[in-house]
């Protein structure tokens, strides 16, 4: 097949497009700035607000598979133009370029788009999607994890350094590696059945996991399997972020936006995608430990 993907360039658009090369497809990504040569990779400058370039990544593909946006952004305003707008330029060129399939991926805080800033944001992407003409699929992922990620990559340094780990508030959770997740979206590509639904893809585990479950897991991945996992109480969360805020700007992650998001209590997948289109491979435990002898071998963790 012949694939245009955005955010190529990011910790999950980068497994896609090593799966992607090995399966033997040829692909477009998007990419801001230059990027050294990949093997089956055609590189397309520009962003989601270039309508042009938007056309050329489109122009003759079978599939777009949209993963860019913002996971984090100073106010509303920042969500929506990444995930809202963008949404709505690349679902414009992919119709211009009668694309057969798109594959949209969401998140699972779209189900509480009242929650947070970034929730109500992929809520409306999704609404776009759903309402094109276009073949599509969304795929709503719960916390993704894995070599590159830049995201947990604290949560491992904590854990291995204090054998302490402050977690959000009591609740459960979803978790799926990258690799997995990459498998995902390229088998939806090729997958008739898939069309108009929305799948919350995870690793298998029945009610997922228990925040002190997780903890435990990070601690054993890092060696520490004695890890205490602490839960912080919410307004705690809330405290930290406006002091994030204050010291780092625009730059904060942690946002009182996210801790809305961290702080609720369930984000367990309920609508996996059927086993005949596909199915994890990757258990939390095995991948955890994977993910921090990756961080190991460069020197991260």
């Known amino acids: ?3 245009a993907i955005t955010g190529g360039t990011g910790f999950l658009g980068g497994h896609v497009l090593r799966i992607a090369a090995e399966r033997g497809h040829s692909l477009r990504a998007l990419a801001r700035r230059p990027q050294l040569p990949r ?12 309508h042009r370039s938007l056309a050329e990544l489109c122009e003759g593909t079978d599939a777009v598979l949209h993963i860019a946006g913002a996971i984090n952004a100073p106010d509303l305003a920042g969500f929506v133009a990444a995930n809202v707008t963008g949404t709505a330029s690349l ?3 992919a119709e211009a370029a009668e694309v057969a399939r798109f594959i ?3 998140s699972l805080s779209a189900r509480e788009p009242d929650l947070s800033n970034y929730g109500w944001s992929k809520a409306a992407s999704e609404a776009l999607v759903a309402q094109s003409p276009l073949d599509w699929t969304i795929v709503r992922p719960p916390a ?8 947990m990559l604290e949560l491992f340094r904590i854990a291995r350094a204090k054998g302490v780990l402050p977690l959000p508030p009591k609740g459960r959770l979803s978790l799926i590696e990258a690799g997995d997740m990459a ?6 590509a090729e997958a008739p059945a898939a069309v108009g639904r929305t799948y919350e893809p995870d690793d298998g585990a029945e009610n997922g996991y228990s925040h002190r479950e997780f903890g435990k897991l990070i601690g054993a991945a890092v060696g520490r ?3 205490l996992a602490l839960p912080v109480p919410g307004f705690a969360l809330r405290l930290a972020a406006t002091a994030e805020r204050f010291r780092l700007g625009d730059k904060a992650k942690l946002t009182p936006d996210r801790v809305r998001y961290f702080c609720h209590p369930d984000w367990v997948v309920t609508q ?3 086993a005949e289109i596909w199915e994890p491979r990757v258990g939390g435990a095995e991948g955890l430990k994977a993910t921090a002898d990756w961080y190991r071998a460069q020197g991260w963790l």
């Open 183 to 188: 498998r995902l979206l390229l088998d939806l």
């Open 1 to 3: 097949m012949i694939l």
């Open 225 to 227: 399997p004695g890890v």
């Open 272 to 274: 996996r995608p059927p």
């Open 104 to 106: 949209h991926v969401s």
């Open 144 to 151: 993704i994890y894995g070599p590159g990620d830049r995201e």
């Open 91 to 93: 679902l414009t060129a």
């Open 39 to 50: 093997p089956h990779v055609e590189w397309v400058a520009g962003t989601l607000d270039d």
